[in-house]
């Protein structure tokens, strides 16, 4: 991780938001002051202003007073008004005018100036007209042409009778309020350029205090993320940041354990898959292959590092086309074949889900295993049969119709004779539909037989079969029928279908006790038909339950051989079932019954419309 640059840092960000809430809170105040000395300022001034102007006001009303008789002329009562202004203490005023009624200057402070108005007309001057015309005061700020601020007032002169005789203009500078106002807000400037430096000495020691146990953590945390859990932070106080430190030396402990219990597991697992006859291959969802043991490796030809990360239906040369990996762990297991030239070498694939809490699938173990032995067995016990069927069937055919001929009188003792070749010829019917069966295998086996297969309503075959044996069961076994009413089309060979069916009925019949119950079952799953058949027979125990689908096996011998069976019923009926691209097993408790089950494919409705 790039170490984090004093420009980026949370330090910086510290010092800019402590100078800025400092920035801030001086403007707030500056300001303010400012406004509020602003005003002070120009108060006091009016109030100067005011106490001159009452002054020279009481003067000009005595002297207007004075001289209002008739016979006085104006050049006395001019020169009076103008002898007043003169010994006027004007200070800040710069500029008085007296004005008649008639809007006449009858004197003025700036009597030897260049641009005199005495004896002229004031018409231009708003605050005279106004006062002229209203007997008000009024007053404004203005700017002269040389850039300095002044303040204009108009004021009323009275006589003695009330009655307005002029009105009083005059100009004052606020020269002096602004200059002393510029000079507070010079001071103000440099204190606060004083404090802001002062504080972001202060924000960087504080930003120190506050960031450098968050440095720590961080430091910390990168050397926990190498792998080393062996180090400590520093705990500074009691405040929140010592309590996150606390609670992230507890966290380095925690995981510090968890690590250690996690590899202790890691290294039970590789051991593990190590020392496994099986090879193992675990895969993510996505079946990418993520981990391979030594044996799998082997028994595939690849080397571990280059299998990683390949897709497993890839690794196991299995056609996407033909195989979604999602539909693995349904299929249970599969024979793989890894023959080459002149090599058979079969691999059996075991396929299971991982799933995380939320039952999410999250991978897929594959278990492998060498099966070629067995299947060689299986091949060599296969082809035995099939010869010695062929072998058999013609010599028991002929023997068979050698008994019936001797059967028919052939034979001298009437009474022991025909017991005998009754028993013989039972036992010879017996011999030839194990002969039949193990052609029919052996057809199977080869693929020699197409099938021919055709589009029913697999319900309706059903309740036909279970109507056809239940016309010549016994009345003390009972048939219970757990069928939907809706259709479900198959695309199966009908013949071979209900051989299935008749095997599997049959053999629930013959070991079901009296008064027991066989109950039929069907239902949808996904898009396949599960169909079950439940006898109260006697049961099969768990390590034998899956070889009663083995050729010539036999759960209870001298039963079945009383009652006529060959061992080949079940097995001829995985080969069918498993040819329609279904499955069949069995469940089972002892003393409790058996019941087997098997699946087919649905037919989707675009396939039926097609077909």
Do not use: C
Request: charged share 30%; glycine share 6%; aromatic share 6%.
């Amino acid at each position: 991780m790039n170490k984090v640059g004093f420009f980026r840092s949370i330090q910086l960000k510290f010092i800019v938001i402590f100078i800025l809430i400092l920035l801030i809170a001086v403007q707030v105040i500056g300001g303010y002051f400012g406004s509020k000395l602003e005003d002070k300022l120009k108060n006091t001034f009016d109030q100067s202003i005011d106490d001159k102007v009452n002054i020279l006001q009481e003067n000009l009303e005595r002297a207007f007073s004075e001289n209002q008789t008739e016979d006085s002329e104006d050049s006395t009562l001019q020169e009076e008004v103008q002898r007043i202004v003169q010994i006027f203490d004007s200070d800040n005023i710069t500029n008085i005018q007296i004005i008649n009624m008639q809007s006449r200057v009858l004197a003025e402070s700036n009597l030897f100036s260049n641009q005199s108005k005495i004896g002229k007309k004031i018409t231009n001057n708003p605050l005279v007209s106004f006062t002229l015309r209203f007997g008000e005061s009024d007053q404004v700020e203005l700017r002269t042409p040389d850039n300095e601020n002044v303040q204009a007032r108009s004021i009323p002169i009275m006589n003695n009778e009330g009655n307005q005789v002029g009105v009083i203009y005059l100009q004052a500078s606020m020269e002096s309020v602004y200059s002393q106002l510029e000079s507070i807000n010079s001071i103000l400037l440099r204190g606060s350029i004083l404090a802001i430096s002062v504080s972001a000495v202060i924000g960087i020691l504080v930003a120190r205090t506050i960031t450098k146990p968050i440095m720590e953590m961080r430091r910390q945390a990168q050397t926990m993320a190498r792998g080393d859990f062996s180090q400590k932070v520093n705990v500074y106080g009691k405040d929140e940041i010592g309590q996150l430190a606390e609670t992230f030396n507890d966290l380095n402990s925690r995981l510090k354990h968890s690590r250690a219990l996690t590899e202790e597991e890691r290294r039970k697992l590789s051991s593990v898959l190590s020392n496994m006859s099986d090879g193992v291959i675990a895969t993510d969802k996505s079946g990418a292959v993520t981990l391979m043991n030594e044996a799998a490796a082997q028994l595939i030809g690849r080397r571990q590092d280059k299998v990683r990360g390949e897709f497993l239906l890839d690794v196991l040369q299995l056609d996407e086309k033909t195989v979604d990996i999602t539909d693995l762990p349904d299929s249970g297991s599969m024979i793989i074949d890894f023959s080459d030239e002149g090599n058979l070498f079969l691999i059996r694939a075991n396929f299971s889900t991982i799933s995380d809490e939320d039952g999410d699938i999250t991978g897929f173990i594959t278990v492998i295993s060498d099966v070629t032995e067995q299947e060689k067995v299986e091949q060599e016990r296969r082809e035995f049969v099939s010869n010695v069927s062929h072998e058999l069937r013609t010599p028991l055919t002929t023997m068979r119709s050698y008994i019936e001929a001797l059967t028919d009188g052939a034979w001298e003792d009437r009474e022991i004779a025909p017991k005998f070749l009754q028993v013989t010829q039972k036992e010879t019917d017996r011999m030839i539909r194990m002969v039949n069966d193990l052609l029919q295998l052996s057809r199977m086996d080869s693929k020699d037989q197409p099938l021919h297969k055709e589009k029913i309503d697999f319900i309706n075959l059903y309740h036909d079969i279970i109507d056809r044996f239940s016309m010549n069961i016994s009345e003390k076994i009972t048939f219970k029928r757990n069928l939907p009413s809706e259709k479900f089309i198959v695309w199966v060979n009908k013949d071979k279908l209900t051989q299935v069916l008749d095997n599997v009925i049959s053999n629930a019949i013959k070991y079901s006790p009296e008064g027991g119950t066989i109950r039929f079952g069907a239902q949808k799953q996904k898009n396949q038909l599960l169909v079950s058949i439940e006898d109260q027979g006697m049961g099969i125990s768990q390590d034998k339950v899956e070889k009663i689908f083995e050729r010539f096996y036999r759960a209870d011998k001298a039963r079945t051989r009383k009652l006529g069976g060959t061992g080949l019923g079940l097995a001829i009926a995985k080969e069918i079932i498993e040819a329609h691209d279904g499955r069949i097993w069995a469940k089972s408790k002892e003393g409790k019954g058996t019941t087997v089950l098997f699946t087919l494919p649905l037919m989707n409705q675009k396939r039926r419309d097609k077909k």
